[in-house]
């Protein structure tokens, strides 16, 4: 598949700090990209580079396979962007807000903006004052207002920033029926990585305006491992009795007496036993999957 943007060590200082430092990424034609790390990650200042905003001080910038110029007027057509917060007319409707954006960039197909209204699931509430509007809704119209057009590639920044898990919900079943139904490749920052999850198909991690890792969510899912995870009262003694009676070699020992033990055959009633009639008090004995954040965290670590 084509590489819809590609950077080959992108560097950016701001005075004497780098913000972003080499940085190589590669996002396929069609596919939703999360590039996910804390806040002063980068984030911001790589998609700032991408839109021509900002120059940055060495590295390339392929857009659609073609290198980004100050001349690249015809690329740049080609993408929408939220970079900041988008404001509307609050005391107009949707549709209002939508005519009077086409009236602004020359914009005249007016069947395009019912289209959009109805892409956004936002028809039925065309008709109230954007004041009303929840800020799922209003998310939801500056991604409306960004497709008019037809972009082919979509950057946005941290879209799904402070919305409540409905509007998260309708963010991401917006992106991938773009995705997945007109082929539009979107670009999306965020902070929070078990938002991004849910929506991307390949996932960027960056920290210290580095990027860690490119990994596509499928390869994420295989290496989640189901684990379990007690909470004793004497660790030491039970980590030795895991490993005597069990032959369990793969456990984690963490604060508050705590064992992870990665074994997927495991049975959790047959170590529960062992460590009760061994007079070990049992205070918790969970299953879990390992996340994306625990992938996260092992990267930043720099562990692999
Ligand atoms: P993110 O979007 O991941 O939160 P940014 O790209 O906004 O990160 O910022 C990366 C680093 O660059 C941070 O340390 C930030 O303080 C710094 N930075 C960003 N913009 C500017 C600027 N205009 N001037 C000086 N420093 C900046």
Redesign the pocket.
């Known amino acids: 598949m084509n590489d819809v943007i590609r950077t080959n060590h992108l560097t950016?200082s701001?005075?004497k700090?780098?913000?972003?430092k080499s940085v190589s990424l590669h996002v396929k034609q069609g596919e939703i990209y999360g590039?996910v790390?804390?806040?002063?990650?980068?984030?911001?200042?790589?998609?700032?580079m991408l839109l021509n905003l900002?120059a940055p001080d060495s590295g390339e910038i392929f857009l659609f396979g073609e290198k980004l110029t100050d001349s690249s007027y015809e690329c740049l057509k080609r993408m929408g962007s939220i970079i900041e917060n988008p404001y509307f007319y609050e005391k107009m409707t949707a549709r209002q807000n939508l005519e009077m954006y086409c009236d602004y960039i020359g914009y005249h197909n007016r069947e395009r903006i019912g289209e959009v209204l109805e892409e956004v699931r936002l028809h039925h509430v065309e008709n109230k004052p954007v004041s009303q509007y929840s800020l799922g809704m209003k998310q939801r119209l500056a991604i409306g207002r960004v497709i008019l057009t037809r972009p082919q590639l979509l950057i946005l920044?941290?879209p799904i920033n402070a919305l409540d898990p409905e509007g998260i919900r309708e963010m991401r079943q917006l992106f991938q029926r773009l995705s997945r139904e007109e082929g539009v490749t979107i670009f999306i920052?965020s902070?929070i990585l078990a938002e991004v999850e849910q929506m991307a198909d390949t996932i960027g991690i960056?920290s210290g305006?580095i990027l860690r890792k490119e990994i596509s969510m499928d390869e994420i899912h295989a290496y989640r491992s189901d684990y379990l995870e007690i909470k004793v009262d004497d660790v030491s003694r039970a980590a030795a009795l895991l490993e005597k009676e069990k032959q369990i070699s793969g456990m984690k020992i963490l604060q508050e007496n705590r064992i992870q033990i990665f074994d997927p055959e495991l049975s959790p009633r047959e170590i529960a036993a062992m460590l009760v009639n061994h007079g070990i008090g049992l205070e918790e004995l969970v299953r879990k999957q390992s996340t994306l954040e625990d992938y996260f965290f092992a990267y930043t670590r720099g562990e692999d």
């Open positions: 950016k701001y005075k700090k780098t913000a972003v590039c790390g804390p806040n002063g990650a980068g984030k911001s200042t790589i998609m700032k900002i920044d941290e920052s902070h960056l305006g």
